[in-house]
């Protein structure tokens, strides 16, 4: 398995980089739908409906690690407050199984990455999959602010433009890590991702200031 990932690490390919969400529909589920181009769950639920840190909670490790805790998951999104966004899914069990196929998937693929030390090898799809994760743990912080940071709309809008930053640019492990080979880079990776990305898709910065 480890051998494949890394042959994989190879392949430059964003998967779902045929998909672009809205706006408003950047979120830590709808991201990591696109990135293993589940457009049909995209399209059938209100994802952008339901609070942004509340996603990341729902998506802790523990939440989504074995079936039977995707199913609950499932449950809790169909039952629960915001239920109204998501009736398709009481309805549609294809739709169903390909969530927590994602989501099996997601989790997989975080527990490898983290065996993978050599980061240059890694590909864009790889380091999209790290930094999602790592936001999704920083919203189950006991820190507030940084807790908040998780939560924020437009964390996840900058997210949804760097993954199609890193398939435009064919952004790899090699391209990161020699950001940190020039130390004053190196303190300011955020703002200097965030200064690359709204210059090349003439975003105004201020908005994405959370991400610095």
């Not at 339901?50 to 729902?58: E, G, P, T, Y």
Request: charged share 25%.
């Amino acid at each position: 398995m480890l051998r494949d990932m890394m042959h994989q690490s190879h392949q430059h390919q964003i998967l779902g980089s045929n998909i672009e969400l809205m706006k408003d529909n950047a979120t830590p589920f709808t991201l990591i739908l696109a990135l293993y181009d589940a457009d049909l769950a995209l399209e059938s639920c209100g994802w952008e409906n339901v609070n942004r840190l509340q996603q990341c909670l729902l998506l802790q490790s523990e939440k989504i690690n074995s079936k039977s805790s995707r199913k609950e998951l499932l449950n809790e999104l169909m039952n629960g407050n915001d239920s109204a966004y998501f009736r398709e899914l009481t309805k549609k069990a294809h739709l169903r199984i390909r969530i927590k196929s994602v989501l099996a998937r997601f989790y997989k693929e975080c527990l490898e990455l983290h065996s993978l030390t050599n980061v240059r090898q890694w590909n864009g799809h790889q380091l999209l999959v790290t930094f999602i994760y790592h936001l999704i743990k920083i919203g189950s912080e006991s820190d507030e602010k940084i807790k908040k940071a998780a939560g924020h709309p437009k964390v996840w809008q900058f997210v949804e433009h760097m993954r199609k930053y890193f398939g435009e640019m064919d952004y790899n492990g090699t391209k990161f890590m020699s950001v940190f080979e020039d130390d004053k880079k190196s303190k300011g990776f955020g703002l200097l991702m965030m200064r690359q990305i709204c210059t090349k898709y003439d975003l105004k910065s201020g908005p994405y200031s959370k991400v610095k």
